[in-house]
């Protein structure tokens, strides 16, 4: 088992780090800035665009993508402390177009797609010329068991009719989102549960198709939008669907898998900034006499959580390395345990960093409350916490009592 660093990686990891040290972190408040001045929160700020096109010239563009036609050809375990490096600032990835729920579609599609359907969205996607939406999670129904889901997908001659209301659409709000991946049921009657849902493609200005209102999180209005989007007997091509009838839950699983590595690389990148912004307060500021690095107190915070991220990313590099090398299905215990401990750990020790940070630690003028914000939705991102330790409990329990003695 050898999940080390190659010189590939390292190669790109330094690139990678120069370039957030050029361009991304000076240019924070600029892209605060012109979110604020455009008057809409959800603006695609200007300096995105500029960052994008020096990445893409420097050659760190799509990164994410594992098929050598269409991406950089990284395996998981290449990309992955890739991804955390991105995750250490939120619209990061975007510039290097390896934003979620993007990459995900694009895997799909690179995976599923027909040729036309690859044309006509994979690559413009591809070029980040446009963005893109994933619609599975409904309001009605509890959707941590995606078999629950509502949505109607009827055919009606050469067309599919969608009728549904889904809602945590990321990046629906956006101008520049215009495709939708829909997951609803094409044949509710199917004894097999997990054959009764497909997935089709729903460009955004399709008519019936209303984005109904943006949700905050935790009180923050995101640039990316996490939306509510009603369908209302919307007509597409049955040429729109993606796979086959029947395939959707499984189409979902394929894209979760790498999907769960680099949500938690980049919670796991949030959390090493958390504790290197710990660290440089811990330094300057001084309490009851002498430097707040000098309180044991403090000392316990930062080492647990050093020693916290550190178990982290070495586990999620494990499952980075055992999809890359026996497979998602042999990966699934990783891969739920990553997805357990990473949010963990992100809002652990953004939470000790906000303590650090004492009132400005909960204020605007740092990021910390929005990382703790948007870190506690990683705890249901992808599933929550209890579904995944609820399939990792069987699965111990079945490879524990069913030894040969």
Partial sequence: MDFAYSDKVNALRQRLNDFMNRYIYPNEQVYRDQIAASGNPHHHAEIVDELKAKARAEGLWNLFLPDKEYGAGLTNLE??????????VGWASEVFNCAAPDTGNMEILAQFGTPEQKQQWLMPLLDGEIRSAFAMTEPDVASS??????LTIQREGDEYVLNGRKWWTSGAARERCKIFIV????????PDRHRQQ?????????????????LPVMGYVDNESHCEVAFENVRVPVTNLLGEEGSGFAIAQARLGPGRIHHCMRAIGVSQRALELMCQRATTRVAFGKPLAEQGMIQEWIAQ???EIEQARLLTLKAAWMIDTL?????QNEIAMIKIVAPQVNTDVVDRAIQLFGGAGVSDDFPLASMWAHGRTLHIVDGPDEVHK???ARSVIRQLTHKES
Avoid at 183 to 190: A, L, R, S
Avoid at 198 to 214: D, E, F, H, I, Q
Avoid at 327 to 331: R, S, T
Wanted: cysteine-free; proline content about 8%; overall charge positive.
């Fill in 390 to 392: 609820r399939s990792l």
């Fill in 183 to 190: 997951m609803g049921k094409t044949d509710p009657n199917n």
């Fill in 145 to 150: 068991d995606a078999t629950n889901i509502q």
């Fill in 305 to 307: 959580s050093y020693l």
């Fill in 198 to 214: 497909s997935m089709v493609l729903v460009p955004k200005n399709t008519p019936g198709v209303t984005v109904v209102r943006n």
């Fill in 79 to 88: 990309y992955a402390p890739l991804a955390e490096i991105m995750g250490r």
């Fill in 327 to 331: 497979g998602k299905k042999a990966a």
